[in-house]
């Protein structure tokens, strides 16, 4: 069974930092692409950030370039997300997801969620003062 399991959410102030990660299991990982999307209340879900399978390529949205950086440790079966200066736009519940056909720009393009199958339960992000 395939399952993904998001970790590191939590309440940070503005201009702090988290680190997200993302662990995978029930699949070879090592094949797959993984995203990570972001929900805010009322907001479509949107692709924040994804990685190719072997990590040698990644995608950001423009909101969140030089802040945020993707990276994957294929041994551990994991994603992550670190997130530096942390914006009160940037609350929003964050899911990842699998893909094995697909690329990186093409995983993250806007409505491209509808077409992923393989999500985790989601780990919230609140930045508040």
């Known amino acids: 069974q395939l399952t993904l399991v998001e970790s590191g959410g939590g309440l940070v102030q503005p201009g702090g930092s988290l680190r997200l990660s993302c662990a995978a299991s029930g699949f070879s990982f090592d094949y797959y692409a993984i995203g990570w999307f972001r929900q805010a209340p009322g907001k479509e879900r949107e692709g924040v950030s994804c990685?190719?399978?072997?990590?040698?390529?990644?995608n950001y949205v423009d909101s969140v370039k030089g802040r945020f950086t993707i990276s994957r440790d294929n041994a551990k079966n994991t994603v992550y997300l670190q997130m530096n200066s942390l914006k009160p736009e940037d609350t929003a519940v964050y899911y990842c997801?699998?893909?094995?056909?697909?690329?990186?720009?093409?995983?993250?393009?806007?409505?491209?969620?509808?077409?992923?199958?393989?999500w985790g339960q989601g780990t919230l992000v609140t930045v508040s003062s």
């Open positions: 990685i190719s399978s072997s990590g040698g390529s990644t």
């Open positions: 997801a699998a893909s094995r056909i697909t690329t990186v720009q093409a995983m993250c393009a806007k409505g491209a969620y509808r077409y992923l199958a393989v």
